[in-house]
C-alpha cells in the first residue's frame, strides 16, 4: 500500500485537473453569433470575446468588425448554449447603434433554455433602412444583449460602386 | 516486442488526446482554475517522481 500511496495520490491530481476542466471549462453559458453578409458567413465563437474580456483599463470595450455593401440584407443568427443542470432564462435584445445613440431595434425575445440545451434566434438588418454619408460610407453598431451581457458588431458600410462592362478581348 | 510497441502506440494516443483536450478547453478556464490546474499538475508530477523513487528506478 505504502508502495503506491504516491501513486494513488498522483491519480487523485489527475482526477482534480479533470474535475476542475469540466466544472470551470466546460459548464456555463456560451454563445455564437452567425452573420452572413453576402455569400460569406462568418462565425463569431465564445472564444472570440473571452480572450478581449475584460478589455485593458481605458480601453474601448471589444468589439467584431465586419463590412457589408450597402443595399444588401444582413442575416444574423446567435445561437445560447446551456452548459448547465438548471434551465436558463434571459431576455435576448439585438438593436443598431451609431454614435451612441439607437437607430433601430432589431429584435427582442425572451429564451428560456434546459440544461445542456441550445436556443437559437434569427434576425435580418436590412441596410438600406440605415443612412449612409456623402463619401459613401457608414458605420453601426449592433448591439447584442443578453442579460448584463453585451457583444458588439460594427458593421463598415459601403456604397456599392458602378461595376464596370470588362473590355471585350481584342479581336485578331 | 510486438507488445511494447502496442502499448507505446496506446500511451501516444492518450497523450495525444488529453492534450488535445486540455488545449482546447483551458481558453474556457477562469483565472483561478488556471492557477488550480497548474498547482495539480505541479502536484502530479511531483508524486509520480517520488513514486518511481520508491519503486527504486
Known sequence: MRRKLFLYLALVCFIGIIAIFIADGYMGIYDTIYVTAGEQEQRIGPDYWLQRYPPPPGAAKPAYWMSADWGQKVFFRYEIDNRRFSTYSTLVQASVWEENEKVLDLFSEGKSIEPFDKAMSEWTLSTQELGISVDGRGQYTVKIQRGEVEQRIVVDLRYPKEIEPLPSPPVR | ?57
Do not use: D, N, Q
Not at chain 2, 502496442?6 to 488529453?18: D, E, P, Q, R
Not at chain 2, 492534450?19 to 502536484?43: D, F, N, T, W
Open chain 2, 1 to 57: 516486442m510486438r507488445t511494447y510497441i502496442l502499448y507505446g502506440f496506446g500511451i501516444l494516443l492518450c497523450v495525444a488526446g488529453v492534450g488535445y483536450l486540455a488545449a482546447e478547453y483551458v481558453k474556457y478556464l477562469s483565472e483561478p482554475g488556471k492557477l488550480a490546474c497548474l498547482i495539480l499538475m505541479v502536484g502530479m508530477f511531483a508524486l509520480f517522481g517520488r513514486h518511481f523513487k520508491e519503486i527504486g528506478w
